[in-house]
Protein backbone atom coordinates (compact mmCIF):
# COMPACT_ATOMS: atom_id res chain seq x y z
CA UNK A 1 0.00 0.00 0.00
CA UNK A 2 2.76 2.29 0.83
CA UNK A 3 4.80 1.71 -2.34
CA UNK A 4 1.55 1.91 -4.74
CA UNK A 5 0.89 5.57 -3.25
CA UNK A 6 4.33 6.47 -3.55
CA UNK A 7 4.43 5.55 -7.23
CA UNK A 8 0.72 7.28 -7.30
CA UNK A 9 1.96 10.49 -6.27
CA UNK A 10 5.61 10.49 -8.85
CA UNK A 11 3.36 9.90 -11.68
CA UNK A 12 1.16 12.80 -10.51
CA UNK A 13 4.58 14.72 -9.93
CA UNK A 14 5.74 13.90 -13.55
CA UNK A 15 2.47 14.46 -15.33
CA UNK A 16 2.28 18.07 -13.79
CA UNK A 17 5.73 19.14 -14.48
CA UNK A 18 4.96 17.88 -18.20
CA UNK A 19 2.23 20.07 -17.70
CA UNK A 20 3.86 23.36 -16.54
CA UNK A 21 6.50 22.40 -18.78
CA UNK A 22 4.18 22.61 -22.14
CA UNK A 23 2.94 25.94 -20.74
CA UNK A 24 5.89 27.95 -19.93
CA UNK A 25 6.89 26.81 -24.20
CA UNK A 26 3.76 28.17 -24.85
CA UNK A 27 3.74 31.48 -23.29
CA UNK A 28 7.37 32.32 -23.64
CA UNK A 29 8.32 30.61 -27.05
CA UNK A 30 8.29 33.02 -30.25
CA UNK A 31 4.96 34.40 -31.48
CA UNK A 32 2.57 32.15 -29.85
CA UNK A 33 -0.02 33.09 -27.53
CA UNK A 34 0.04 31.66 -24.08
CA UNK A 35 -3.20 29.12 -23.18
CA UNK A 36 -6.04 30.79 -21.42
CA UNK A 37 -5.86 31.16 -17.88
CA UNK A 38 -1.60 30.44 -18.02
CA UNK A 39 -0.58 33.99 -17.37
CA UNK A 40 -4.32 35.29 -15.12
CA UNK A 41 -1.74 37.39 -12.65
CA UNK A 42 0.63 39.28 -15.56
CA UNK A 43 -0.05 42.17 -16.59
CA UNK A 44 -0.24 42.69 -20.46
CA UNK A 45 2.91 44.52 -21.81
CA UNK A 46 2.40 47.63 -23.46
CA UNK A 47 1.52 47.94 -27.50
CA UNK A 48 3.85 50.89 -27.64
CA UNK A 49 7.36 51.00 -26.03
CA UNK A 50 8.24 54.37 -25.05
CA UNK A 51 11.59 53.36 -25.14
CA UNK A 52 13.20 51.50 -28.39
CA UNK A 53 16.21 50.43 -28.61
CA UNK A 54 16.98 51.46 -32.45
CA UNK A 55 15.83 53.89 -35.07
CA UNK A 56 15.77 53.63 -39.19
CA UNK A 57 14.92 56.85 -40.95
CA UNK A 58 12.72 57.20 -44.13
CA UNK A 59 11.86 60.14 -45.92
CA UNK A 60 12.96 62.83 -48.15
CA UNK A 61 15.57 66.39 -48.23
CA UNK A 62 14.52 67.41 -44.46
CA UNK A 63 15.69 64.20 -43.12
CA UNK A 64 18.70 64.44 -44.78
CA UNK A 65 19.17 67.82 -43.69
CA UNK A 66 19.58 69.42 -47.09
CA UNK A 67 20.46 72.93 -46.68
CA UNK A 68 21.36 72.95 -43.30
CA UNK A 69 25.22 72.97 -43.39
CA UNK A 70 25.76 73.86 -47.06
CA UNK A 71 23.60 75.27 -50.27
CA UNK A 72 22.32 72.48 -52.15
CA UNK A 73 24.26 70.08 -50.50
CA UNK A 74 22.69 66.92 -47.75
CA UNK A 75 23.84 67.27 -44.61
CA UNK A 76 22.78 63.75 -42.56
CA UNK A 77 25.07 64.97 -39.61
CA UNK A 78 22.14 67.46 -38.39
CA UNK A 79 18.94 65.35 -39.18
CA UNK A 80 16.42 65.60 -36.96
CA UNK A 81 15.99 61.86 -37.03
CA UNK A 82 19.55 60.25 -36.50
CA UNK A 83 22.16 63.13 -36.62
CA UNK A 84 25.27 63.69 -34.40
CA UNK A 85 25.40 67.06 -33.95
CA UNK A 86 25.04 68.08 -30.47
CA UNK A 87 23.32 70.90 -31.46
CA UNK A 88 20.62 69.63 -32.94
CA UNK A 89 20.21 65.94 -30.56
CA UNK A 90 18.30 64.28 -32.78
CA UNK A 91 15.69 61.87 -32.32
CA UNK A 92 18.52 58.89 -32.12
CA UNK A 93 20.53 60.64 -29.99
CA UNK A 94 17.91 61.33 -27.31
CA UNK A 95 16.53 57.85 -27.50
CA UNK A 96 19.42 55.74 -27.42
CA UNK A 97 22.42 58.18 -26.66
CA UNK A 98 25.39 59.31 -28.71
CA UNK A 99 26.87 55.97 -28.80
CA UNK A 100 23.99 54.16 -28.96
CA UNK A 101 22.65 56.09 -31.79
CA UNK A 102 25.92 55.78 -33.88
CA UNK A 103 25.79 52.08 -33.74
CA UNK A 104 21.81 51.55 -34.48
CA UNK A 105 20.37 54.60 -36.09
CA UNK A 106 20.30 54.42 -40.35
CA UNK A 107 18.93 56.82 -42.59
CA UNK A 108 17.37 55.80 -45.68
CA UNK A 109 15.97 58.97 -46.39
CA UNK A 110 16.54 60.60 -50.03
CA UNK A 111 16.83 64.19 -51.12
CA UNK A 112 14.12 64.92 -53.85
CA UNK A 113 12.15 61.14 -52.93
CA UNK A 114 8.23 61.68 -53.12
CA UNK A 115 5.24 59.06 -51.44
CA UNK A 116 6.17 56.96 -54.58
CA UNK A 117 9.92 56.19 -53.49
CA UNK A 118 8.66 54.97 -49.35
CA UNK A 119 7.98 51.07 -50.27
CA UNK A 120 11.90 50.87 -51.35
CA UNK A 121 13.07 52.81 -48.42
CA UNK A 122 10.65 50.63 -46.43
CA UNK A 123 12.37 47.47 -47.64
CA UNK A 124 15.79 48.74 -47.02
CA UNK A 125 15.37 49.78 -43.52
CA UNK A 126 14.00 46.38 -42.64
CA UNK A 127 16.99 44.74 -43.51
CA UNK A 128 18.56 46.87 -40.11
CA UNK A 129 15.69 45.65 -38.47
CA UNK A 130 14.92 48.32 -36.16
CA UNK A 131 12.62 48.72 -33.70
CA UNK A 132 11.13 51.99 -34.58
CA UNK A 133 10.90 53.81 -38.33
CA UNK A 134 10.41 57.62 -38.71
CA UNK A 135 8.64 58.56 -41.68
CA UNK A 136 8.34 61.90 -43.02
CA UNK A 137 7.67 62.51 -46.45
CA UNK A 138 4.25 64.32 -48.96
CA UNK A 139 6.40 67.70 -49.47
CA UNK A 140 7.29 66.68 -52.58
CA UNK A 141 4.71 64.83 -53.43
CA UNK A 142 2.90 68.93 -53.02
CA UNK A 143 6.33 70.89 -54.37
CA UNK A 144 6.03 70.40 -58.07
CA UNK A 145 6.56 72.44 -61.15
CA UNK A 146 2.54 72.97 -61.42
CA UNK A 147 -0.63 71.87 -58.80
CA UNK A 148 -1.67 69.84 -61.61
CA UNK A 149 1.57 68.06 -61.64
CA UNK A 150 0.77 67.13 -57.47
CA UNK A 151 0.45 63.52 -56.62
CA UNK A 152 -3.01 63.00 -55.90
CA UNK A 153 -4.43 62.04 -52.40
CA UNK A 154 -5.76 58.48 -53.88
CA UNK A 155 -2.25 58.10 -54.71
CA UNK A 156 -0.82 59.25 -51.80
CA UNK A 157 -2.88 57.21 -49.51
CA UNK A 158 -2.02 53.65 -52.08
CA UNK A 159 1.90 54.37 -51.86
CA UNK A 160 1.60 55.26 -47.99
CA UNK A 161 -0.36 52.01 -47.64
CA UNK A 162 2.43 50.01 -49.74
CA UNK A 163 5.02 51.26 -47.65
CA UNK A 164 3.22 50.10 -44.88
CA UNK A 165 2.60 46.75 -46.13
CA UNK A 166 6.23 46.44 -47.05
CA UNK A 167 7.47 47.13 -43.65
CA UNK A 168 4.78 45.16 -42.12
CA UNK A 169 5.92 41.82 -44.01
CA UNK A 170 9.04 42.01 -42.85
CA UNK A 171 8.69 43.58 -39.81
CA UNK A 172 5.54 43.38 -38.40
CA UNK A 173 5.91 44.70 -34.85
CA UNK A 174 8.32 47.71 -35.73
CA UNK A 175 7.25 50.85 -34.65
CA UNK A 176 6.72 53.70 -36.41
CA UNK A 177 6.46 57.45 -36.24
CA UNK A 178 4.83 59.71 -38.99
CA UNK A 179 5.42 63.63 -39.02
CA UNK A 180 2.74 65.51 -40.58
CA UNK A 181 3.66 67.64 -44.12
CA UNK A 182 4.97 70.91 -42.95
CA UNK A 183 3.28 74.00 -44.03
CA UNK A 184 4.59 75.08 -46.70
CA UNK A 185 2.78 78.57 -47.65
CA UNK A 186 4.36 79.32 -43.91
CA UNK A 187 7.60 78.31 -45.65
CA UNK A 188 6.82 80.37 -48.49
CA UNK A 189 5.61 83.65 -46.12
CA UNK A 190 8.91 83.70 -44.20
CA UNK A 191 11.17 83.24 -46.66
CA UNK A 192 10.03 85.45 -49.11
CA UNK A 193 11.67 88.43 -46.99
CA UNK A 194 15.01 87.52 -47.92
CA UNK A 195 16.35 88.03 -51.34
CA UNK A 196 19.04 85.33 -51.39
CA UNK A 197 16.49 83.11 -50.44
CA UNK A 198 14.03 84.06 -53.71
CA UNK A 199 17.21 83.77 -55.62
CA UNK A 200 17.86 79.87 -54.77
CA UNK A 201 14.45 79.26 -55.22
CA UNK A 202 14.78 80.10 -58.96
CA UNK A 203 16.78 77.10 -59.16
CA UNK A 204 13.88 75.17 -58.50
CA UNK A 205 13.13 74.65 -54.87
CA UNK A 206 9.18 73.76 -54.78
CA UNK A 207 7.79 75.86 -57.97
CA UNK A 208 4.25 74.93 -56.91
CA UNK A 209 4.11 77.35 -54.16
CA UNK A 210 7.24 79.40 -54.29
CA UNK A 211 7.57 80.21 -57.51
CA UNK A 212 6.89 84.18 -58.47
CA UNK A 213 7.07 84.58 -54.78
CA UNK A 214 6.15 88.51 -54.29
CA UNK A 215 3.27 87.98 -56.67
CA UNK A 216 -0.03 88.70 -54.45
CA UNK A 217 -2.17 88.13 -57.13
CA UNK A 218 -5.41 85.75 -57.81
CA UNK A 219 -3.64 83.54 -59.87
CA UNK A 220 -0.19 83.52 -57.78
CA UNK A 221 -3.06 83.21 -54.52
CA UNK A 222 -4.84 80.56 -56.36
CA UNK A 223 -1.98 78.64 -56.90
CA UNK A 224 -0.68 78.57 -53.07
CA UNK A 225 -4.14 77.76 -51.74
CA UNK A 226 -4.20 74.79 -54.00
CA UNK A 227 -0.73 73.66 -52.84
CA UNK A 228 -1.83 73.95 -49.45
CA UNK A 229 -5.04 72.10 -49.65
CA UNK A 230 -3.29 69.30 -50.26
CA UNK A 231 -0.64 69.19 -47.89
CA UNK A 232 -3.70 69.17 -45.59
CA UNK A 233 -5.55 66.81 -47.45
CA UNK A 234 -1.68 65.04 -47.40
CA UNK A 235 -2.00 65.11 -43.32
CA UNK A 236 -5.46 63.58 -42.98
CA UNK A 237 -4.04 60.17 -45.22
CA UNK A 238 -1.23 60.19 -43.09
CA UNK A 239 -3.37 60.29 -39.90
CA UNK A 240 -5.51 57.65 -41.25
CA UNK A 241 -3.57 55.16 -42.70
CA UNK A 242 -1.30 55.41 -39.45
CA UNK A 243 -4.50 55.19 -37.25
CA UNK A 244 -5.46 51.68 -38.50
CA UNK A 245 -2.24 49.94 -37.60
CA UNK A 246 -1.57 49.83 -33.66
CA UNK A 247 1.99 50.25 -33.89
CA UNK A 248 2.24 53.67 -35.28
CA UNK A 249 1.72 56.96 -34.14
CA UNK A 250 1.07 60.10 -35.69
CA UNK A 251 2.36 63.59 -34.75
CA UNK A 252 -1.40 64.78 -34.63
CA UNK A 253 -0.17 68.15 -36.79
CA UNK A 254 2.60 69.08 -34.36
CA UNK A 255 4.95 69.68 -37.78
CA UNK A 256 2.50 70.99 -39.62
CA UNK A 257 1.05 73.48 -36.51
CA UNK A 258 4.79 74.15 -35.77
CA UNK A 259 5.30 78.28 -36.44
CA UNK A 260 8.68 77.92 -38.20
CA UNK A 261 10.68 81.50 -38.31
CA UNK A 262 13.75 82.39 -39.92
CA UNK A 263 15.94 81.03 -37.02
CA UNK A 264 14.19 78.07 -38.17
CA UNK A 265 14.75 78.22 -41.74
CA UNK A 266 18.43 77.38 -43.63
CA UNK A 267 19.72 80.71 -44.47
CA UNK A 268 20.87 79.06 -47.98
CA UNK A 269 17.33 78.90 -49.49
CA UNK A 270 15.34 79.99 -46.32
CA UNK A 271 12.78 77.17 -46.99
CA UNK A 272 14.33 73.82 -45.36
CA UNK A 273 15.35 73.67 -41.88
CA UNK A 274 18.25 74.96 -39.98
CA UNK A 275 20.07 73.63 -37.40
CA UNK A 276 17.67 75.35 -34.96
CA UNK A 277 14.87 73.90 -36.90
CA UNK A 278 16.47 70.54 -37.23
CA UNK A 279 15.96 70.48 -33.14
CA UNK A 280 12.41 72.08 -33.29
CA UNK A 281 11.50 68.48 -35.27
CA UNK A 282 13.53 66.09 -33.24
CA UNK A 283 11.92 67.58 -30.18
CA UNK A 284 8.44 67.31 -31.81
CA UNK A 285 9.09 63.41 -32.95
CA UNK A 286 10.91 62.95 -29.18
CA UNK A 287 7.62 64.42 -27.45
CA UNK A 288 5.32 62.10 -29.54
CA UNK A 289 7.20 58.91 -29.16
CA UNK A 290 7.76 59.29 -25.18
CA UNK A 291 4.49 60.18 -24.62
CA UNK A 292 2.51 57.62 -22.47
CA UNK A 293 -1.01 57.86 -24.85
CA UNK A 294 -0.83 58.84 -28.50
CA UNK A 295 -2.07 62.24 -30.02
CA UNK A 296 -5.28 62.35 -30.90
Known amino acids: MRNRSHRSRAVLAVAAAALLGVAGCDASGG ?3 APRG ?12 RSPRSVAAVGDSITRGFDACAVLSDCPEVSWATGSD ?3 RSLAVRLLGKAGAAEHSWNYAVTGARMADLPGQMAQAATSKPELVTVMAGANDACRS ?5 TS ?6 EFEDAMDTLRSALPKTQVYVSSVPDLKRLWSQGRTN ?13 SMLGDPDSLGSAATLRRAKVQDRVEEYNKVLQEVCAKDRRCRFDGNAVFDYR ?11 FHPSKDGQARL ?10 RKPVT
Not at 38 to 49: F, G, H, Q, R, V
Not at 146 to 150: I, N, P, R
Open 31 to 33: DSP
Open 38 to 49: TTANALPSPTWD
Open 86 to 88: AQV
Open 146 to 150: STSAM
Open 153 to 158: VADFRA
Open 195 to 207: PLGKQVWKLGICP
Open 260 to 270: FGTDQLSHWDW
Open 282 to 291: AEIAYRTITA
